[in-house]
């Protein structure tokens, strides 16, 4: 048995998980190689925390499949970023197709799992949506490890965090972790889609790790030691929090 088997209330995701783009669209993306290489084309290092936690405690995650140049799966219908200047240029029966194709599917069946889990207000569906962040922004260092993303009006949600962001500090002090940072957890997202939806019966946590952790190809992690780190104190979070 593993580890987090009696979470079973448990649900990880990473939207943002590659940088693929489909053979039917790379004709957008002949010169934009480089591009689907960093943060834009995908969530670098993100990759990696996920499938340590799928290997680590056998619980199967969502992966998205396609790069979010193509379509931004962690935005909603109608948001400005839903597709990039590559995808914009479709024509919109076009675009619909690409929503039809990667977009639904992905988050209709996310949907359907949650409500397969038959969430209770007692045993509300615990989702963590990974992802990381460029360590320089502006031409400023972002002062972050890591970074735990709520809405700190939703108190189960808030209460988790923080509790998760403690156990960060008190086992792990050499990583700093901050409270919603890179940004705020109750900006347009998937996890803040379906809060509004599930209310009490849903917490819905992204997680943010900074990509100067990992190779620039995403490939491999150059401080290992983030990987123990999410993976112990997330564990004695979901226990403190379960108590």
Request: glycine content about 4%.
């Amino acid at each position: 048995m593993n580890s987090l088997s009696q979470f079973n209330n448990l649900v990880l995701s990473c939207e943002h998980f590659t940088n693929t783009i489909p053979e039917e669209y790379k004709s957008l993306f002949l010169n934009a190689d480089k591009i689907l290489e960093t943060h834009r084309g995908w969530d670098i290092g993100a990759n990696i925390i996920l499938k340590y936690l799928e290997n680590t405690y056998g619980i199967t995650p969502w992966k998205g499949e396609v790069s979010r140049l193509l379509v931004d799966l962690n935005r909603s219908i109608g948001h400005k970023n839903l597709y990039s200047e590559f995808s914009k240029v479709l024509s919109r029966a076009d675009r619909i197709a690409i929503l039809d194709s990667y977009y639904y599917p992905y988050r209709d069946s996310f949907e359907s799992e949650i409500i397969g889990l038959n969430p209770t207000k007692k045993q509300p569906i615990i989702h963590i949506s990974i992802h990381s962040f460029t360590p320089i922004w502006k031409g400023l260092p972002r002062n972050a490890d890591i970074g735990i993303l709520y809405d700190t009006s939703h108190l189960p949600e808030k209460d988790f965090s923080l509790i998760w962001k403690k156990e960060i500090a008190s086992k792990y002090p050499e990583f700093k972790v901050r409270s919603n940072f890179p940004y705020l957890g109750k900006s347009n997202s998937f996890p803040t889609e379906l809060r509004r939806k599930y209310k009490q019966k849903y917490i819905g946590i992204e997680l943010e790790v900074n990509q100067k952790l990992f190779a620039d190809d995403g490939k491999s992690v150059k401080n290992a030691k983030i990987l123990h780190c999410i993976s112990e104190t997330l564990q004695n979070a979901l226990t403190i929090f379960k108590a």
